[in-house]
């Protein structure tokens, strides 16, 4: 009789533990599917965008370095269907240009001519020890780019091919510089300024991909600095090479 009991208390205790159970599992799963319903599905993606400016047309004693020159971008972008295998994808997002010195030896600074005019020249550090100095753009940017699916816009899991261009707005540019004085001190010093940098930024480029990576090439039409820029920037032009991720 004693046995019987254990027995039963034994298969009472299994079966309510295996209702709480059910129970837990059946709320986390209600729980799940209300979450999923409240969380709103974004109607494009997520991309992100890593490379290296290289420049062209930079005076000799603005040496740029392009290890040092790093380019990022963060946009959202909308697919439209063209036909089976072709889409229009349009974007909006926000870009950050660096351009790094490759000897550290020169900065802007404004100077005065023969002739009392203020012009934007470049400058050494008191002290000779310059560790680092940069120059970093920032930018509103609207890409644009119609991308061909090998495999079908309902696929879409293997080769693309994209070309498109982009406008963007600069909002903002500052130089960074990193050095010791001439009494040893550690110096950090930011300077925010337009540097004579056009407003405007047109480009081009194209992308090679696989599912959600791709390679890319960016070339930019407009000239970096105005007649107001740096003495010998003219004719300053970058472009970017870089990878990008897709569908974060």
Known sequence: MLLDRYTMKKIILAFFACLILTM???????????????TPELPGQIMLDFGF?????????????????????????????????????????????????????????YVED???????????IAGGGLKKNELAVRYIDLPVEVRFNFNGNDRKDGLFLAIGGSA???????????????FGNKIKDIKKNDFGLKRIRLGAYGRLGYRSVSAFYKVYFTDMFSGSG????????????????TGL
């Open 24 to 38: 837990g599992h059946f709320a986390k799963a209600q729980l799940t599917e209300e979450i999923k319903k409240k």
């Open 168 to 182: 963007a707005y600069r909002i903002d540019s500052r130089t960074k510089i990193k050095y010791h004085d001439a």
């Open 53 to 109: 400016n290289l420049i062209s047309g930079a005076p000799s004693n603005l040496p740029y370095h392009w290890w040092r020159s790093k380019s990022i971008g963060l946009y959202f972008v909308k697919s439209f269907e063209i036909s089976n295998k072709f889409e229009l994808r349009p974007g909006i997002g926000v870009s950050l240009e660096k351009f790094g010195h490759k000897k550290n030896m020169k900065v802007f600074g």
């Open 230 to 245: 740096p003495t010998g920037t003219a004719s300053m032009q970058y472009s970017t090479i870089g990878i990008s991720i």
């Open 114 to 124: 023969p002739d009392g005019n203020v012009l934007l020249d470049y400058d050494s």
